[in-house]
């Protein structure tokens, strides 16, 4: 700690007087500092992960004994470090605030979920909800419930897993919605499934799931479709997966009927059955993804590249994208199974300037389950900030009321193709949860 000059010398102050008041701020600064927890807190319950994250080393020395371990925890799994945030939450359950063991419960579902720990996913689902509901807002509780009934179902289902990754090279085509798909096989069977960082599991259609043989795991689920209506399901085990020479083994898969998974075409009266949705799960299994879209290429195996690179959060199996709007950060879904982006009523509220002279129109918001009619400001030009550069996305609609579905609720909004085909190539990588922009491959 420096003291400032200026100050010592217009106070005359002996040095040695000087040093016993430096010693004392500085050792009062180690002390604990109900403050800085506080702060963390906010940080956390607003999902302000950036900041969260840049502030934290200097808040931490003021941390308690039982909260440096808890932030250490809820910050590793944020950053896709599941093990690590396993081990530093799991032996405070029972030992922090009610709110404080919320968010740990909800931070160790997911984590066990994405380790295939699925009865202790299941179990701390359980816990989460039978004990700590107050401490979530109305519109999360369905939605851990569904996902507490699908870890309960797949129980003690063999752990997902994948083989060493060679580099290779797959087939990326835009379907008729305008999403990237890529083929995959299951036995003899071939598929082309959307690659949706999106989806918190693999979803396939029951007419999939028949062509892939696949047998269903006692008992039923349900999901949230994007009208706020609950989809059943049922859940199955896909033994192997293959993308090239890259093995996916033991993918648990949600099974929805054919009527879910059909969307509306690009042309009126146009439907679209999709084959299967590779949810985040495995796209994080699969590692550092580069997408060529000139060569319409997707490749795997290589190590992430340089350049500039955008911090990714995790948070709910969602991965959240941090980047700037007018200086100030802003936290968007980054969803690679959505044609096109939107900014929600919650960027509305934090930028309400952005309405000024601006008149709502319908919006047709759809998803798995249907669709749903809203009302959205559209803005012509918007510039969003990363790294040193910027991106200018067009005519993006502004929600002007909550959908009820989390995370997206609480964020800025969601980012899908037309962000992503504005960074030229890029790579997406769900184990150290970076967004890599205009990467230049290599033949």
């Known amino acids: 700690m420096q003291v400032d000059q200026a100050f010592r010398t217009r106070c005359r102050l002996p040095i040695v007087l000087v040093l016993l008041i430096t010693a004392a701020v500085m050792g009062g600064a180690a002390q604990s500092s109900p403050a800085a927890g506080r702060q963390l807190d906010a940080l956390v319950w607003t999902k302000s992960f950036p900041e969260l994250v840049s502030r934290y080393p200097h808040l931490r020395p003021q941390l308690g004994p039982l909260e440096q371990p808890y932030f250490d925890g809820i910050i ?15 032996p405070l359950t029972g030992k922090l605030s009610a709110h404080r063991t919320a968010t740990a419960l909800r931070t ?15 179990t701390a689902y359980a816990l989460l909800l ?8 109305a519109t999360e509780k369905q939605e851990l419930n569904d996902n507490r009934s699908v870890a309960a179902l797949l129980g003690g289902a063999p752990r997902e897993s994948v083989g060493l ?3 290779v090279n797959l087939p990326l085509r835009r379907d008729l919605v305008g999403l990237l798909d890529t083929q995959v096989a299951a036995g003899k069977q071939k598929r082309w499934f959307i690659l949706d960082t999106g989806a918190g599991m693999t979803t396939i259609p029951e007419s999939t799931a028949r062509a892939f043989h696949l047998k269903m795991l006692p ?7 994007i009208t706020g209506v609950e989809v059943p399901l049922h859940v199955a085990i896909i033994p192997q997966l293959r993308f090239g020479r890259v093995v996916l083994r033991n993918i648990p898969a949600q099974v929805v009927s054919d009527a879910s998974l059909t969307i509306p075409g690009r042309l009126p009266h146009q439907t679209t059955l999709l084959a299967g949705i590779l949810g985040f799960p495995e796209l994080r299994l699969l590692g550092n993804l580069h997408f060529n879209v000139r060569t319409k290429q997707l490749r795997l195996g290589d190590p992430e590249p340089a350049g500039p ?16 709007y007018q200086a100030r950060p802003v936290l968007f879904s980054l969803d690679t199974g959505a044609q096109a982006g939107l900014l929600t009523a919650h960027f509305l509220r934090r ?4 309405k000024d002279r601006l008149k709502p129109r319908p919006y047709i918001f759809a998803g798995a ?6 009302t959205a400001y559209y803005v012509r030009d918007i510039p969003i900030q990363y790294a040193d550069t910027s991106v200018v996305l067009h005519d993006l609609p502004v929600l002007t009321e909550d959908i009820g579905l989390q995370p997206l609720d609480g964020v800025d909004g969601n980012m899908g193709q037309d962000l992503l085909r504005k960074l030229g190539n890029y790579s997406i990588d769900l184990q150290s949860m970076g967004l890599g922009a205009g990467i230049a491959h290599a033949k």
Do not use: K, N, W
Not at 76 to 90: I, Y
Not at 108 to 119: G, K, M, N, P, V
Not at 219 to 225: D, H, L, S, V
């Open 309 to 324: 690179r955008i911090s990714l959060y995790m948070y709910d199996m969602v991965a959240l994208l941090g980047m700037r």
């Open 130 to 137: 039978d004990h700590y509901a107050s401490h979530l807002q």
């Open 219 to 225: 008992g039923q689920a349900e999901t949230q479709g």
């Open 165 to 167: 990754i060679p580099r």
């Open 351 to 354: 930028f309400p300037a952005i």
């Open 108 to 122: 160790l579902a997911c984590d066990d979920f994405l380790l295939s720990h699925y009865r202790e996913a299941a």
């Open 369 to 374: 389950g249907g669709q749903r009619r809203m």
């Open 76 to 90: 590793a799994g944020r950053e896709g470090r599941l093990e690590q945030s396993r081990r530093h939450l799991r």
